[in-house]
């Protein structure tokens, strides 16, 4: 009986051990199997026309705003971040949402006409862009497919004084500008065909429409000041993007 | 005998142990009608209580009429317009992901509810932001993505408080049932067993 006993205790104490061991081996080899069923996924997902996937973008922007181009070392420190929401349709044509914001902590000499007025300084730059785009594969190679797209874009760019040099508009430290526009964007893309990463050129052109003095002096963000039909203004620019998808 | 004795054992010393992951499956179209309300009742409930103030000073019926589908950029700052709502949408999308969408199904219902809240809840005080119903599902979900694979990752840990952690960026990762992970020794002969695994995905 003691025997039995004590091979009980024996075999509980190297049973457990091995247990722990396969727990963390099946753990292991379960996560190693999730992984390649998500890898798996993304293909399929990619392939699929009705589902729309999701692929971040991260790059440079240069922009140029009311002719305001980057001048010195500090206004070409841009980020941008956007997202491409994609259906396809088939497997050479999709329809995509694109979303392409940027910010620039300082943009130093940045003149901004307000109609017939303008205040200059060093600001700080948001910019959003959304656009509707259609998008077609117009080539492929062993490694790679080029995607083209084009299609309006409508977004904002806000403007942030933190150094004013000459004023003579009501825009103020406390103010932030944001003004409206629309226009078009298109783009190539070189995407990898297996693990779906791509890099993209793309350019933005478009007009202002109209523009807001906001107030941040509360948390109410209200308008002080709104101008519709504003003087028509141009905003262009260069974005180089490398994209990859989530799923 | 013997098998029936290592069964025993092998179950009395933590044999059993489950595994967090997310199981995707099919939905009815009545599943999907009750999700999006379910989800469109969470953002009426949170815009009611917290948005008293400016309820009572902008709200009226009329504006809501006038506002209907006038979609507008809104005068937001940028740390409600990218943080604020980023993290709302991936609240959402959490959600979806935890009643069984897939992620691409998840996305597409977390625009919809996006949407819905532009159009049918905030235009009773304000004009339906065009920022905010794309910014919230779109960056929402690289959220929501990036929470759901770390909270899987810390859901599986033997700590509790790395657990805790992880239900803390997930919350909605309480609504998903986890799989149970069985040890069913396998006897060969005396010197060789081996252990067969099993999964209860109910």
Known sequence: ?????????????????????????????????????????IVKKVAEIQNPSL?????????????????YDKD??????????????????AFGIVIDSSFTPQHVD?????????VGGTTSLLTSFYSFNYLRRVGITDGYEIIGSI??????????????????????KVNRVRVTNYGVRAGVKWRNRITFNYFEIA???????????????????????NIENATE???????FNYGFYLF | MRLLLITFLLLSSNSYSSYFDYTDRDHTKGEVVLDQSIVFAGHLSGYLLTQGDTIDKNGSWKKYNEHFLDFKFDNDNTNWNYFGHTYTGSQVYLFYRARGYTRSKSFALSFLSSLWFEAFIENYTEQPSIQDTF???????????ISEKVSVYLLNSDSVYVRALGRIINPFSFMVEQKNVAFVPVYRDPTNYSFMVSFNYD
Do not use: H
């Open chain 1, 233 to 239: 203004r141009k905003t262009y620019g260069l974005l």
């Open chain 1, 203 to 225: 350019a933005i052109y478009s007009v202002s429409d109209k523009y807001s003095v906001i107030d941040d002096s509360t948390n109410d963000a209200e308008a002080i000041e």
């Open chain 1, 151 to 172: 299609g309006p874009a409508v977004g904002i760019y806000t403007l942030n004084y933190t150094q004013i040099d000459k004023n003579d508009t009501n825009i103020s």
């Open chain 1, 76 to 93: 070409f420190l841009s980020l941008g971040i956007g997202a491409l929401m994609e259906f396809k349709f088939d497997e050479i044509n």
């Open chain 1, 1 to 41: 009986m003691i025997k039995i006993l004590l091979f009980i205790l024996i075999f509980n104490l190297s049973a457990a051990e091995k247990v722990e061991k396969s727990e963390t081996f099946i753990k292991a080899e379960a996560a190693e199997k999730a992984n390649k069923a998500r890898e798996a996924n």
């Open chain 1, 110 to 118: 940045f003149d901004f006409q307000k109609e017939s007025k303008a």
């Open chain 1, 55 to 71: 692929s971040l973008t991260f790059g440079y922007p240069y922009l140029v705003i009311q002719d305001n181009a980057p001048k």
């Open chain 2, 135 to 145: 910014n919230t599902p779109v960056y929402g979900t690289a959220l929501g993505f």
